[in-house]
């Protein structure tokens, strides 16, 4: 929503907006564009009334902002469909589905597209370092998004990315994630295929060649050319942290990636943003030399400080897949060094306890394990600690739990704190804390 806000702005529109918790890198970036925040739903934003209100997928009846609108009857869309009827419907939108890597991906192909001269527009869940600015309206026919299948909005139950109409469609992976909206992977697969109906003939999906869930999707219909991570594209010779790989089509080597990010998660990534900036006419070669130059998005195993040897890092991870290639490819680079862990399982499927029995073994490659446990779960925790290979202790209270990883961590750690959220702060008192 943050990055639709500053694309509106970008079109000469006067925005405000409103949230019940704004907190950085997103509150920081809409000030800087001079956005007015509203914090919590006072009505009163409606003073003078809008000529339409964007509502985000946050919002449900009941909420008073929502209600207002319905009431008065104030012209209101969701966020997707706005940008099909004001940005996307005359683009060359270049999607980026998928469970897992959609920032990081889309990330890579906006900064790719932007090496080659193209100056997309993108829209990105988080904030691509290269740009430090998560959304841009651009001036060209090309259009980067990361397209969400969580539902649109309260009005809306599709998902985002039905509306997003793409000619270059990647199809990162594919698992079981929002239990909050659907009911099995069985309703995703079916939100996905409705994506693929759209995709043109003279489109293109690219997609990972052994991803069975993906397939079942593929096998429901695909009127598109599709090309596979695993079959003709390959990754060759990689170091094993995934700090360098080369880049194979059907056996022959486009060249080989030399860059800062870690994992085969991010290797993966790549090679999507590579095949699909080919497919809007860019070179491969011009791609690995982008590359080598990206930095990832804010909150992606992101370094934010490094005190008395001790490196702390900041991670969007909150899936037990996503976790786990995160940790595993922190331990390639580091080696016998110690990880700890500080796990806050907040997103709704984890608070449902769809994870439970896979969490645990997510976080084996680590040292030490911190969890923090919300108040409104609908399991018990304490099952982690009994099914986890490596030491794990769960903390209620905040405070207590930095003063368990405050005694337990020395020089030449590396903690790497995971959450979908602002952790309340944890990161900043930590290295406050380490730097006394």
Known sequence: ??????????????????????????????????????????????TPQPDIVVIGNALSRGNS??????????PYTSGPQWLLENVLKERWVLAVAGTHGKTSTASMLAWVLEQAGLSPGFLIGGIPQNFAISAR???????????????????????????????????????????????????????????MRMLPNNGLAIAPKHDSNLTKVLDMGCWSPVQ?????????????????????????????????????????NAMMAII??????????????????????????????????????????????????????????????????????RSNTMKMGVHKETLAAS?????????FQPTNLSWSMDALLAQSKVTASLHKDMHVLEKSILSYVQAGDHVLIMSNGNFDGIHQRLLQQLSR
């Open 1 to 46: 929503m943050g990055g639709i806000a500053a694309i509106a702005k970008a079109m000469g529109h006067q925005v405000t907006g409103s949230d019940s918790n704004v907190y950085p890198p997103m509150s920081t970036q809409l000030q800087e564009l001079g956005i007015e925040l509203t914090q919590g739903y006072d009505v009163n934003q409606f």
């Open 65 to 74: 902002a929502v209600e207002y609108v319905l009431d008065r009857n104030i």
């Open 137 to 195: 309206l651009g001036d060209t026919p090309f259009f980067v998004i990361e397209a969400d299948e969580y539902d649109s909005a309260f009005f809306d139950k599709r998902s985002k990315f039905v509306h997003y109409r793409p000619r270059t469609l990647v199809l990162n992976n594919l698992e079981f994630d929002h239990a909050d909206i659907f009911s099995n992977l069985g309703d995703i697969q079916k939100q996905f295929h409705h994506l």
């Open 228 to 268: 596979f991570i695993g079959g003709d594209w390959q990754i060759g010779d990689p170091l094993p942290d995934g700090s360098e790989f080369d880049v194979l089509f059907k056996g022959k080597s486009f060249g080989r990636v030399k860059w800062e990010l870690l994992g085969q998660h991010n290797m993966h």
């Open 276 to 345: 699909a900036a080919r497919h809007a006419g860019v070179f491969p070669k011009v791609a690995i030399d982008a590359l080598g130059q990206f930095v990832n998005a804010k909150r992606r195993m992101e370094v934010i400080g490094k005190v008395n040897d001790i490196t702390l890092y900041d991670d969007f991870a909150h899936h037990p897949t996503a976790i786990a290639t995160t940790i595993e490819g922190l331990r390639a680079k580091v080696g016998d060094a110690r990880i700890l862990v500080v796990l806050e399982p």
């Open 363 to 371: 976080w084996s490659l680590a040292d030490q394990v911190f969890i």
